[in-house]
């Protein structure tokens, strides 16, 4: 299966003015404050310091470019992931059947383990089943 590359560049972050450019560049600077990756919160560790651009300019825009707002979100985001343990459960196999993926080759491509199917949200998903017995459509 050959290797999918998934786009981290929004093509809108092209139109960014001057003045949100530098925005995006003093949220970089706070939150991910050296080249040093094992200083950043655990989601972003594996992101390629380019990719961090994207990163500012989702959290900006979603707080409609008020720097403190964005940089709230992002440290109650990053708090909210961590008190949950977020970073580090398994993802697959997904607990609600999925049709449009092979969940054996999504593992595979992204050399993940699969999950214990002994979580809470497997007993969940058991429970819901019977109503979406074609399971969840992705396109």
């Not at 995006?24 to 050296?34: N, Y």
């Not at 979100?73 to 993926?101: Q, W």
Request: some cysteine; overall charge negative.
């Amino acid at each position: 299966m050959p290797k999918v590359e998934v786009p981290t560049v929004l093509p809108e972050m092209d139109e960014c003015t001057p003045e949100q450019i530098e925005q995006k560049k003093e949220f970089i600077a706070k939150h991910f404050p050296s080249e040093n990756e094992s200083t950043w919160p655990p989601a972003y560790r594996d992101y390629p310091v380019a990719d961090l651009d994207s990163v500012a300019y989702k959290f900006l825009t979603a707080r409609k470019w008020v720097m403190e707002d964005a940089s709230l979100m992002f440290t109650e985001t990053v708090k909210y992931r961590a008190e949950r343990n977020l970073d580090n459960i398994a993802l697959f196999p997904s607990a609600i059947p999925m049709r449009g993926f092979d969940q054996q080759a999504i593992m595979k491509q992204f050399n993940l383990e699969p999950r214990a199917e002994t979580e809470e949200v497997d007993k969940l998903g058991r429970a819901i089943r019977p109503y979406y017995h074609s399971g969840f459509h992705y396109c």
